[in-house]
């Protein structure tokens, strides 16, 4: 059956899919920043029991989670980052970090890419900390 049939419109997929594009095209303007200031890209859009993650990045002997928000500013972008989220994405990078012992000899850091229409995407380096609480997070301009 039709989403017509049933009386949907269709455009809550549409929105959806609409959403899911403007994040895969954040993710990848975020990957591009992160490769042009010297990262390797491990890995992207990770799936863990404990959540997920968008960007996996080593320069050095630190290995980054990164967590890419897209928003209409680069305030409204982090504050979208909620504490839940990032606790979840700590427990993720654990997750991520037991299948791949090899980096648990990296010092390990939560990152935010900060994404917003026509601006080069602002890199947070040290974001927030393991228990989830914000860094010193007072550079974010509105």
């Known amino acids: ?12 997929g549409d929105t959806r899919r609409a959403r899911e594009h403007l994040g895969r095209q954040a993710e990848t303007r975020a990957a591009i920043v992160l490769r042009l ?7 992207r859009r990770v799936r863990t029991p404990a959540g997920a993650i968008d960007i996996v990045v080593r320069r050095g002997a630190v290995v980054a989670f990164v967590e890419v928000k897209a928003r209409q500013t680069r305030a409204r972008a982090a504050e979208s980052i909620s504490r839940t989220q990032r606790r979840r994405i700590v427990r993720a990078a654990t997750h991520y970090v037991a299948a791949n012992p090899r980096l648990s000899v990296l010092t390990q850091r939560f990152d935010a890419v900060l994404v917003e229409p026509r601006k080069w995407p602002h890199h947070i380096i040290n974001a927030w900390t393991e228990s989830g609480d914000w860094a010193d997070f007072t550079h974010v301009r509105r």
């Not at 059956?1 to 809550?12: D, F, I, L, P, V």
């Not at 200031?37 to 890995?43: A, C, E, Q, V």
């Open 1 to 12: 059956m039709t989403n017509e049939a049933r009386g949907n419109s269709g455009k809550c």
């Open 37 to 43: 200031t010297g990262y390797r890209i491990l890995d």
